[in-house]
């Protein structure tokens, strides 16, 4: 077989088992509905990439939910990498995305979309609990900078303050989904009494 040959064999797998692999990980709703492009499995996770729509963060956030997902939580320096490399080399994405981390009800008390407390941050100098007074009472939200990698705080929803401060509070996001199991689902034990 021609070298040719089996370079073009080797990238159909590939071609084929990613998309295995995202059959098998993300949210069924999710995959009939979205261009698997933008879709990103890591582990048992399920990663979307939404970059051609820009939402606040409470609309990206009810997006994820639409199909059982978060926005995105990098909760490593791992993570963040993978999830910084995908979304400028993959998606050539420059802007920042929102992921799942606020301080919202609890200033400087950052906590994941899944409840969780923080251990590992990456927030660029300035930002977060660096963050100036008056700025960071304004800016409850993060959003990942693609280039960098480094996270920033900004106004979460379009107001007022978003013009005279000069935020942008809609921007592209990332969601985040569980790999269901179907025990999880309840479908292993449908009949038994």
């Given at each position: 077989?021609?070298?040719?040959i089996s370079?073009c064999?080797?990238v159909?797998?590939v071609t084929?088992?990613?998309k295995?692999?995202?059959q098998?990980?993300?949210?069924s709703?999710?995959?009939d ?6 879709l ?12 051609n ?20 939580m990098?909760?490593?320096?791992e ?10 080399n993959?998606?050539?994405?420059i802007e ?10 609890n ?34 939200c ?10 920033h ?6 107001d007022?303050?978003s ?16 790999q ?8 292993l034990?449908s009949?038994?009494?």
């Open positions: 077989m021609s070298p040719a370079l064999l080797l159909a797998v084929v088992a990613t295995a692999s995202v098998d990980t993300c949210p709703p999710l995959v509905r979205v261009n698997n492009f933008y990103q499995v890591r582990g048992d996770v399920c990663f979307h990439f939404v970059v729509y820009r939402r606040t963060f409470q609309e990206a956030s009810e997006d994820c939910k639409q199909d059982g997902g978060t926005l995105a990098p909760k490593n320096l993570l963040n990498k993978y999830l910084t490399d995908k979304s400028y993959h998606y050539g994405v920042e995305l929102w992921i799942g981390l606020t301080d919202i009800g200033e400087d008390k950052f906590k994941w979309a899944d409840g969780s407390e923080v251990a590992w941050t990456h927030f660029a100098k300035g930002n977060g609990p660096t963050n100036n007074w008056l700025i960071k009472q304004l800016e409850d993060v959003a990942l900078d693609p280039i960098d990698g480094f996270w705080d900004f106004l979460c929803n379009d007022y303050f013009a005279v401060v000069g935020s942008e509070p809609k921007k592209s996001y990332i969601c985040q989904y569980e269901q199991f179907e025990d999880d689902l309840g479908d034990d009949g038994a009494k």
